[in-house]
């Protein structure tokens, strides 16, 4: 099953991904995390990316879509599937995954929409912290690690990352409103569109689309 996970930065998109991820055997795969980690290792990637990713803005569709093309037709063939969690992003992305899943002859099940107020955003980005090491992402209010500072799965470091502060958050709503709401209008029309509040909890969110892809009959491969 192929699902992708749409909405604004702090909808709890990442959250989802990791829930679903233990609760199947889909493979998740973040452009944002990949280009984090690109820009860690200083890889060619990496630099031309930075400036991008650190100012809120979009990195260009190429770069992208080459990143997600790779993993997909690397790993296509063993996983149950992709949870693509912040791509695509424009509709060219969207085109383009398109493009993609055909190829490996697995087309897309679903576009989930977590849908999510400006209040909620700016309180979950400001208050996010993630793993160094594995990714796993807390909040110092709602979602806190048992130790400050330390993540509960992998003993890792968290920090918060260069991007949530409120500046860039509002920036990277503004980029977010103008290229990839249209998307939404693109999934909508080929009938894959499902909404989700994105103000829940994501374990009330997992219980949801549990119920869904049971009913659909997707589930039978997990
Ligand atoms: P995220 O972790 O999904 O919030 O992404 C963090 C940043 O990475 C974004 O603000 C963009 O600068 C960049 N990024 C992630 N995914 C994409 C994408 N599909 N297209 C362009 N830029 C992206």
């Not at 995390?33 to 890889?43: C, G, S, V, Y």
């Amino acid at each position: 099953m192929n699902v992708i996970l749409l909405g604004p930065p702090g909808a709890g998109k990442g959250t989802l991904a990791h829930l679903v991820k233990q609760s199947t055997s889909m493979a998740h795969l973040s452009t944002g995390d990949i280009l984090r980690e690109e820009m860690k290792n200083e890889t060619d990637l990496g630099k031309e990316a930075k400036n991008f990713v650190e100012s809120g803005q979009l990195v260009p569709d190429e770069l992208v879509t080459k990143l997600i093309a790779h993993r997909v037709t690397s790993n296509g063939q063993d996983s149950d599937g992709f949870m693509f969690d912040g791509f695509p992003r424009t509709t060219g992305q969207a085109e383009d995954l398109t493009g993609i899943l055909e190829g490996i002859k697995k087309p897309l099940d679903y576009a989930l929409y977590m849908e999510s107020t400006l209040p909620v955003i700016i309180q979950r980005l400001s208050g996010r912290r993630v793993c160094r090491k594995c990714g796993h992402v807390y909040h110092i209010k709602n979602r806190p690690p048992k130790k400050e500072g330390i993540c509960d799965q992998c003993d890792g470091e968290l920090y918060q990352r260069a991007d949530d502060n409120e500046e860039t958050i509002r920036k990277r709503m503004d980029v977010y409103l103008q290229n990839t709401k249209p998307i939404i209008e693109y999934y909508e029309r080929q009938g894959m569109l499902r909404k989700l509040d994105g103000d829940k909890e994501a374990e009330d969110l997992l219980n949801e689309l549990m119920k869904l892809f049971d009913a659909d009959g997707k589930l039978n491969n997990h």
